[in-house]
């Protein structure tokens, strides 16, 4: 029996990871939660069945003997708790993004390697019906030179936790959601090499308004970007284009998904279809239907079950999560510079 632990009882604690290793109780012991606020750590007890509740990681790892924990924090926060479980010996599955910055996402990578833990990150969309089709089939599409990644809201700015706030986050819909869209396209690619990198961001929404789609916010407390634009160059040459808001005057209240163009057929991800042109007319060579599936709980599952001896080739490792943040450190020092960053 595994022990398993919480970093964090926020709401995607409350959610996502306190149900999924509750409904494995025959191998997982939930063994306690941890959160600054310790009334909210002791109330996260009483609603999940974790057992005991520590103000601090330091709190936890004097107390327990623990065998996986998730980190759950705001993001400020993932490198230092993710540091001090792996030093103790407990594999982690850490939320996105990585961390604040890539020196910290490759501290993580490098303690995971000294101490020989799993460092796993909850990248979901890896795990959808959609993206396990185009990965089976996207040689299909020849030497693919094109990609689009977009993870757009009109006004989808969050209204609860930290979201709008730097400091704890690091950034806005970037390192919130585009941050999925670049990692599904990059894991598809098998994470080819990126040589430049180029951004434009913007905040003309978030401090003028404040209410949307997802409650209420403080304009005065927005300090993130609410959009980006970014372009990826590949070393092979091809080219990536980003866009990613939490507020942009566009007609559909969402748009989620990606492009790839190649010189033999195309694809998109959300909906899942490969496709070629013949004579002019359309040609469907493979798609999946939309298919409602808790991505996350596979996540888990598989860092579960890694952490069991039973490895995925879809969870993102400790070195995949460094690349994601390396790019997303670039971009994000491309807008403020106003210039190409080279890698």
């Not at 005991?52 to 107390?63: F, I, K, N, T």
């Not at 809201?153 to 670049?182: N, Y």
């Not at 033999?264 to 002019?280: C, H, K, M, N, S």
Request: proline share 5%; aromatic share 8%; with cysteine.
């Amino acid at each position: 029996m595994k022990r398993v632990a919480i970093i964090g009882a926020g709401q995607v604690a409350r959610t996502v990871h306190a149900p999924y290793y509750g409904s494995r109780r025959d191998e997982l012991e939930l063994a306690a939660v941890v959160d600054a606020d310790q009334a909210r750590a002791e109330d996260f007890c009483r609603q999940t069945g974790f057992g005991r509740a520590y103000a601090s990681v330091d709190q936890l790892l004097e107390h327990e003997d623990i065998a996986l924990a998730s980190v759950c924090t705001p993001n400020r926060f993932h490198c230092e708790a993710t540091l001090s479980l792996l030093d103790a010996g407990v594999n982690v599955l850490c939320e996105k993004p990585p961390a604040m910055t890539a020196d910290q996402a490759g501290q993580m990578l490098t303690k995971s390697v000294e101490r020989g833990c799993l460092l796993a990150y909850d990248f979901q969309h890896r795990f959808s019906d959609e993206a396990q089709l185009l990965k089976r089939h996207l040689s299909k599409l020849g030497g693919i030179y094109y990609v689009e990644a977009v993870a757009l809201r009109r006004c989808g700015v969050p209204g609860w936790g930290d979201f709008i706030d730097q400091r704890l986050q690091g950034g806005g819909p970037l390192i919130d959601l585009g941050i999925h869209m670049l990692d599904a396209a990059l894991h598809l690619l098998g994470f080819p090499t990126v040589s430049q990198v180029e951004a434009v961001s913007f905040r003309q929404i978030g401090p003028k308004k404040s209410q949307g789609a997802f409650g209420r916010w403080d304009p005065a407390r927005f300090s993130v970007e609410d959009s980006l634009f970014g372009a990826l160059r590949f070393g092979d040459g091809g080219l990536m284009r980003l866009s990613t808001s939490f507020a942009l005057n566009i007609r559909p209240a969402n748009q989620l998904g990606l492009l790839f163009c190649g010189d033999q057929a195309g694809a998109t991800l959300y909906p899942a279809e490969i496709f070629r042109d013949v004579a002019g007319e359309l040609e469907i060579l493979d798609s999946v239907p939309p298919t409602p599936t808790d991505n996350h709980a596979r996540c888990l599952a598989a860092f579960v079950n890694a952490a069991l001896g039973r490895p995925s080739d879809v969870l993102a490792t400790a070195q995949q999560g460094y690349e994601v943040q390396r790019i997303i450190d670039a971009l994000y020092r491309s807008a403020e510079a106003e210039q190409p960053i080279t890698l």
